[in-house]
C-alpha cells in the first residue's frame, strides 16, 4: 500500500493492543487513521501471547476495560467473519494456605462490588471443575465463571479486518524513524517510506514503546522481561472445556491447549532482556528455551498436574514480554505533548486487556479526556525517576516477581529505593523511621520502639505496626506529632493573570488576600475530580501550590493545559527545592511559638492563612492547614534549612510530648475526620456534589469555571451517588472494596478503609448508589451492612465526620 502523506492519526504498532485502537477509532467515526507496522501484524509480541483473558483488577474501572475486551471477543466473529478463538471457560484460582484463600475470598469480595459473577469453592468442588488436577494441599478456590481464553492472533487479525472495515489503512513493514513535534504538539511521523503528517499518534509499539516514545522526548517506562510456557502433545481424557486456571502459590497457571496443556509461571529471579536495546529485525521470533531456568517451576506443576510427568513435550516457548515498574499498563495522552497518546507495557495481559485499552484509548483520542478515571494505569503516574533505565529495570523485575505472590495491604517494593531522600532521611532513620516510597521518595511510614529494627510484616489483619501507629495517633491527639512531608509536589504558579488563569481552573475562589490558603478541586468539563489541592497566595501575583506526592506530573500538567491561551500565567515545579515539616496538634502552636518570635497567635495566623517566620536562623513559610484533624502547620523551607528547624522543633516539643509520626498515622488520623483522599474516595468520575464537598465549589458567584455547568446541572436535579462514611466493630479489617448492602441489596462499595484508633473503629469510606436518589433520608434508614471476604457484618452509615465534626480543633 502507498503511504499516505496526511492522516488525522496515526497508530504505531500492529499487535493486539494497535489493531484494537485502529478498529475502535474506526468505529468512532475516525476514517482517516493509518496503522504503521514495522514487520507483520501479530509478529512482535502478541503471536506467541499464551492467551488467558482475566478480569478483575482491583479498580471497578479497569475491571470495566478488561470486561468489555471479553464482550468484543465474543462478538468479533459474528461482526468479522473471523473467529477470535475466545471460548468463556471460567477462571479458577486456587489457595494452598489460609492467608492465599483469606486474599482469594477478599478477591471475590471485590469482584462482587464490580458486578462480575464469582463463585467460591471447596477442593472438591475445584476438583469436579478441573478433574485433571490434585487437590491434596488446597485450602479452597474462587472462580470467574466469564473469564476465558483465546487465539491472540486470530483475535489481531479480526479486529485488523473490523478496522479496514471502518476505513482504517494498515500499512506492514514500515518501520518509524522519528516523531515530528511542532509548538508542543504532535505534528507527523516519520517512517523508512517518508513521512505522515498528522494530528494524533498512538504509540502501541510493545516492547518497542520505550524507543517510539523516546523519538517524541515522551518516557515509556518498560522492561522487557523473558517469559516462558510449556505446550504439551494432547494428554487422554483431557476435558477440551477446562477453565484456566492459575496456583499462584506455585506460581504456575495452566490453560487447555488442543488437547493438551500450556503451563507457564511467574519465576521469584525474572531473566530482563535487550538491556542494550531490542535487536533489528526481531519479528515472529522466539528466545532460546531455558530449561535450567524453568525447571524449579516443573516440580510444583506435576504435583498440581500429574499426567504432565508423562505428557510429551511440544514446545517451550520462551517470548519476551513488557512489563512495567507497578505492574499496570500505561494508557494516555503523555504530559507536555499534546496529540501524544501511548498503549503499552501491559505486563503479560495484554490479550485480556487489549479489547477494553484500544476502547478506552480512541474515546480518549476522540473526546479529548478519558472516558472514565483511568489512574492507576494513567501514564501522569510516572515522573522523572522512571525516565532512568536502570530504576525502571530494578523495580520491574520485583514487580513481575510479585506477579503471583499474595499483595498484601500497604506493602512496599524493596527494589530501586531512594532516590529522592528527604535532608532529615538520616535523623528520622536514626529516630526509629520505618520508611516507604512513592513516587521515588523515601517516606517515613511508622517508627518503631527504641532499640527495634523496624519492618514491615504485613497482614489482612492487624499488622506488626498498628501499635506504633496508634501511639503516633494518640500523640496528635493528645499532645503534638511532627510528620516529614518532604515529598509533597509542590509548584508556583506566577504571572500577571494568574488570578484570572486559576480563576478557571479552579472550582473554589482563589481572588482572596495576599496570605490566604484556599483549598479546592480542579474540574473537568463534566463536573469531575482531577485535583485535589491547595494554593497559598504569596503576592498579588504568585500562588504556591501544594499537592500529593504521586500527583505531581499529573496535577501539574493539568493546570499547565488549563491556562487559557493568551495569559500572562506559568507553572514552575519546585518539589526538589523545598522541604515540608508538618506540626500537627493540640501543642503545635506552643511548640512554634518557643522556636520564633513571631506572632503565631490565632488572630495573626488564622485557619487557612500563610506567613513568613524566622525560625532557627532561617525563613519558613508556616501554612495553617491540616489534614489530620488537629491544630497544625504545614512548614515550608528550603531544603538547606530543614535540619536546623527539626532539630528546634524536636528541642522545643520535648516538653509538650512531641513525637515523630509517619504517614500511616496520616491514613488514621484522616479518615476519623472524614478528610477524602484523591484516587481513592475522589476523582474524575466523582463530582464534589457526590463527594460532599460543595463548600469548596464558587456556585455563590458569578465567576466561570471549568465544570461549572455541570456542578449547576447536578445541583438543580438529584444525586445519584453520595459518598458516606461507615463504621464497623474494631475487629473488622477494611481495606477498600468491600461491599456495602442496604437492607440486602448491594448499593456500592469501599473506596478506602482503615482503623480510627481515636474512636476504636474500623472506618471506610464508599460512595452509595440509588438510580432512584440518594438523599438523607435514604442514608439514613435502613439497615446497613458490609461484605467482608465474603461475609456480611454489621456497620453503621456516617453522613459526618467522626471526630470533631464541627471543626473547632482544626480552628482553635
Known sequence: MTLPRHARAVVIGGGIVGCSTAYHLGKLGWKDVVLLERKKLTSGTTFHAAGLVGQLRSSANITRLLTHSVELYERLESETGLSSGFKRTGGLRLACSADRFLELRRNATMANSFGLEVQVMTPREALAMWPAMSVDDVVGAVNLPSDGQANPSDIAMALAKGARTHGVKIVEDCKVTGIDVKDGRVAGVRTAEGTIACEVVVNCAGQWAKEVGRMAGVRVPLQSVQHQYLITEPIAGLPRNLATMRDPDNLIYFKEEVGGLAMGGYEPNPIPWALDGIPEGFHFTLLDSNWDHFEPMMAPAIKRVPALATAGVKQLVNGPESFTPDGNFILGEAPGLAGFFVAAGFNAF???????????????????????????????????????????????????????????????????????????????????????????WERPNWYGAPGTAPKDKPSFGRANWFDAVAAEHRACREAVALFDQTSFAKAEVTGRDAERALQWIAANDVAKPVGALIYTQLLNAKGGIEADLTFWRRAPDAYYVTTGTAFATRDFDWIRRNIPKGMDAKLREVTTENAVLS??????????????????????????????????????????????????????????????????????????????????????????????????????????????????????????????????????????????????????????????????????????????????????????????????????????????????????????????????????
Not at 485499552?357 to 522512571?386: N, S, T, Y
Not at 532521611?425 to 516507604?436: S, V
Not at 487557612?608 to 532561617?618: D, E, N, P, Q, S
Open 583 to 812: 506540626l500537627m496538634g493540640l501543642r503545635a502552636r506552643d511548640v512554634l511559638a518557643s522556636v520564633t518570635n513571631d506572632d503565631v497567635s490565632n488572630a495573626s495566623l488564622p485557619y487557612l492563612c500563610g506567613k513568613m517566620l524566622a525560625i532557627a536562623g532561617h525563613r519558613v513559610a508556616a501554612l495553617r492547614v491540616t489534614y489530620v484533624g488537629e491544630l497544625g502547620y504545614e512548614l515550608h523551607m528550603p531544603m538547606a534549612a530543614a535540619g536546623a528547624v527539626y532539630d528546634a522543633l524536636k528541642s522545643a516539643g520535648a516538653t509538650h510530648g512531641l513525637r515523630d509520626a509517619g504517614y500511616r498515622a496520616i491514613e488514621s488520623l484522616r479518615l476519623e475526620k472524614g478528610y477524602r483522599a484523591w484516587g481513592a474516595d475522589i476523582g474524575p468520575d466523582f463530582t464534589p456534589l457526590e463527594a460532599g464537598l460543595g463548600f469548596a465549589v464558587k456556585l455563590g458567584t458569578a465567576i466561570p469555571f471549568q465544570g461549572r455547568e455541570a456542578i449547576e446541572q447536578q445541583k438543580s436535579g438529584k444525586l445519584t451517588r453520595r459518598l458516606a462514611g461507615f463504621t464497623a466493630a474494631p475487629e473488622v479489617f477494611l481495606h477498600g472494596r468491600e461491599t456495602i448492602y442496604r437492607d440486602g441489596v448491594r448499593v456500592g462499595w469501599l473506596a478506602s478503609g482503615g482503623h480510627g484508633h481515636t474512636v476504636g473503629r474500623a472506618i471506610g469510606y464508599g460512595y452509595v448508589r440509588n438510580e432512584a436518589g440518594v438523599d438523607n433520608a435514604y442514608l439514613q434508614s435502613g439497615k446497613w451492612e458490609l461484605e467482608v471476604a465474603r461475609e456480611r457484618v454489621p456497620c453503621t452509615l456516617h453522613l459526618k465526620p467522626l471526630f470533631d465534626p464541627t471543626g473547632a480543633r482544626i480552628k482553635a
Open 350 to 440: 495484554g490479550i485480556a486487556g487489549g479489547g477494553g485499552a484500544g476502547k478506552a484509548i480512541a474515546e480518549w483520542v476522540v473526546g479529548g479526556e478519558a472516558p472514565m478515571d483511568l489512574w492507576p494505569v494513567d501514564i501522569r503516574r510516572f515522573g522523572q525517576v522512571h525516565g532512568d533505565d536502570r530504576w525502571v529495570r530494578e523495580r520491574t523485575i520485583e514487580a513481575y516477581a510479585k506477579h503471583y505472590t499474595i499483595a498484601w495491604p500497604n506493602e512496599e517494593y524493596m527494589s530501586a529505593r531512594g532516590p529522592h531522600r528527604s535532608p532529615l532521611y538520616d535523623r528520622l532513620a536514626r529516630a526509629g523511621a520505618c520508611f516507604g516510597s512513592k513516587f521515588g
